[in-house]
Nanobody, 130 residues
């Protein structure tokens, strides 16, 4: 069973930075491990639906961000550490949400669709004050 644990959330002032981490453990039912997973970050603000933030393919060669975070957020991964990161700079109050890490067993390009992801973390709260 794959488990994903997020960390790095917290309270920050507008214009500040945070780096979220998501560490994977275990193997999927098919026996695949972290270095074969596509990874994604999603977020859900109070009263809103969960939305895509950023994704990265298994190799790191394919990345995609949602338009509202382009130039501010960067996704990366370290397969040796089974960890994916989301570096968030120039944070805005509108970025306040619970951030979720997700994994998909795929050799394909990064995916923006939550339906493509097989495993999810419990989430980490990010609060940006104005």
């Amino acid at each position: 069973q794959v488990q994903l644990v997020e960390s790095g959330g917290g309270l920050v002032q507008a214009g500040g930075s945070l780096r979220l981490s998501c560490t994977a453990s275990g193997r999927s039912a098919s026996g695949r491990s972290f270095n074969s997973y596509g990874m994604g970050w999603f977020r859900q603000a109070p009263g809103k639906e969960r939305e895509f933030v950023a994704a990265i393919s298994w190799s790191g060669g394919s990345k995609v961000n949602v338009g509202s975070v382009k130039g501010r957020f960067t996704i990366s991964r370290d397969n040796a550490k089974n960890t994916v990161y989301l570096q968030m700079n120039s944070l805005e109050p509108e970025d306040t949400a619970v951030y979720y890490c997700a994994a998909r067993e795929s050799w394909e390009r990064a995916s923006t669709s939550a339906n493509d992801y097989n495993y999810w973390g419990q989430g980490t709260q990010v609060t940006v004050s104005s």
